[in-house]
């Protein structure tokens, strides 16, 4: 039996197992079943050739024996399925959020994380929500995977049962970057994870920057990175003001990226492509920001431009 951190283990495991060892077995016996065959009839002088018949018997046996081995697969996957859809009276609850390309977890009153932390031996409800595309929440060692699909409420549940960390990854192919959509769910003790809410929560409730919010839920981070990194486009890191070699036409020339070459990078990304990206990945934000929404975006820019 597998290792499983979490009370639905155990279910799908037997279920695995179960089905594996079926499978393996008739592989192995259908394999040397024709070897066999292909010895012991394989065409000898002087031996005559033999006709069978029907059997009505062995017709009974290879339909009946199937039919039950099936039907003991489907109870097997049933009995380890079924707990996953009942979630206890007074389970917490949390909510995952799935975006391109990172997962958020909201513990409500504006107390938000990207790794998921839990107590050890509590049920939890993990609410699942899209802000763009399919997504799906998996974290192998709990044995728990549901589609996060947006408009649509989606839920899994579990009750950790032993202390560590364990990969939270995405499985719906979502994009560029979806095999970096990676979190951890880690799981503690009781007095630790109480400790560790009153703490995180007395410093990280503090009021997101609105030009961040408008970054964020219109998904531009998910192609922009806020600390250096290439991602798709340049990183807004270091951006407001730095002179920018950019493809205009099929002209190579210089700009400064002030307020027009922002109000223009986001109206008109293909006007002026920075060297080094591909041209026709962006879409215009003309019908989605106001002008007063980048204003705003520029002023947070602005703070990630200078150098801690």
Request: aromatic share 12%.
């Amino acid at each position: 039996m597998f290792t499983g951190a979490s009370n639905l283990a155990e279910g799908v495991d037997r279920a695995f197992i179960f089905i594996f060892s079926i499978a393996g077995f008739f592989i192995i016996g259908i394999t040397a079943f024709m070897i066999w065959t292909v010895i012991h009839f394989s065409r000898k002088k002087g031996k005559p050739a033999q006709q069978f018949t029907g059997s009505v018997k062995l017709e009974i046996i290879w339909t009946t024996v199937p039919l039950i081995i099936v039907m003991m697969m489907f109870y097997m996957g049933w009995s380890g399925f079924a707990p996953m859809r009942k979630v206890p009276d007074g389970a917490m609850e949390i909510q995952a959020i799935g975006r391109m390309w990172e997962w958020e977890f909201d513990y409500g009153n504006g107390m938000k994380t990207s790794d998921l932390v839990l107590p050890v031996n509590k049920p939890v409800r993990v609410n699942l929500k899209s802000e763009d595309v399919v997504h799906s929440l998996f974290i192998p060692a709990f044995r728990v995977k549901e589609d996060v699909i947006p408009g649509y409420d989606t839920y899994l549940w579990f009750i950790p049962t032993i202390v560590g960390e364990y990969e939270i990854l995405c499985t719906e192919y979502c994009g560029l970057l979806h095999a970096s959509m990676l979190a951890k769910a880690k799981i503690v003790e009781q007095a630790d994870y109480d400790k560790w809410f009153e703490e995180y929560k007395a410093a990280a409730i503090v009021p997101e920057p609105d030009g961040y919010l408008l970054l964020r839920n219109t998904g531009c981070i998910a192609c922009h990175s806020l600390d250096g990194t290439k991602l798709v486009g340049p990183s807004f890191k270091g951006l407001y003001g730095s002179e920018r070699s950019v493809t205009a036409g099929t002209n190579q020339i210089k700009v400064t990226a002030d307020e027009k070459y922002i109000i223009n990078s986001i109206y008109d990304p293909d006007s002026e492509v920075v060297t080094g990206f591909a041209k026709g990945l962006m879409k215009s934000y003309k019908d989605v920001l106001k002008t007063e929404d980048i204003a705003t975006i520029t002023d947070y820019l602005k703070t990630l431009s200078v150098e801690k």
